[in-house]
C-alpha cells in the first residue's frame, strides 16, 4: 500500500521559514519523480516544486523561485520543502504527490493529473 505522510507545517510570521517533509512508503521512492503542490482556501490547487526521480533535476513555481527549495534523500524516502522569507500569500494546504512515469516530466511536472499518490496535505498558515 502506497503512502505519503506529510508534515512540518504550522503557523509562522512573515519572513520566517518551514520545512515540509514528505516520508514515502509502499513503493520503490528512487525511481519516482516527486512534487509539492498547494490549495489555498477558494483556489484551485497549484503547483509549487518538483524534483525529477533522479535528484539531478529541480523545478520551481515563480512564485516560490529563490525563497523555495525542494530536495529528496533516498535513502530516507523522504522528500523536503524548504520554505523561507515565507509571505502571507504562502497561505495554503501543502500536498506532496508522486509521479511514476519519467517521460516528458521536465516539461509537464506542474501538471497534477500526471502524479498517481498524494498525501494527506499539512496546513501553512503564514501571518502579516
Known amino acids: 500500500q502506497v503512502q505519503l505522510v506529510e508534515s512540518g507545517g504550522g503557523s509562522v510570521q512573515a519572513g520566517g521559514s518551514l520545512r515540509l517533509s514528505c516520508k514515502v512508503s509502499g513503493y520503490t521512492f528512487s525511481s519516482y519523480g516527486m512534487g509539492w503542490f498547494r490549495q489555498a482556501p477558494g483556489k484551485e490547487r497549484e503547483f509549487v516544486a518538483a524534483?525529477?526521480?533522479?535528484?539531478?533535476?529541480?523545478y520551481y513555481a515563480d512564485s516560490v523561485k529563490g525563497r523555495f527549495i525542494i530536495s529528496r534523500d533516498n535513502d530516507k524516502n523522504t522528500v523536503f520543502l524548504q520554505m523561507n522569507s515565507l509571505k502571507p500569500e504562502d497561505t495554503a494546504v501543502y500536498f506532496c504527490a508522486a509521479d511514476s512515469s519519467h517521460r516528458y516530466f521536465e516539461t509537464e511536472h506542474s501538471d497534477e493529473g500526471r502524479y498517481d499518490y498524494w498525501g494527506q496535505g499539512t496546513q501553512v498558515t503564514v501571518s502579516s
Open positions: 524534483v525529477a526521480w533522479t535528484g539531478a533535476h529541480f
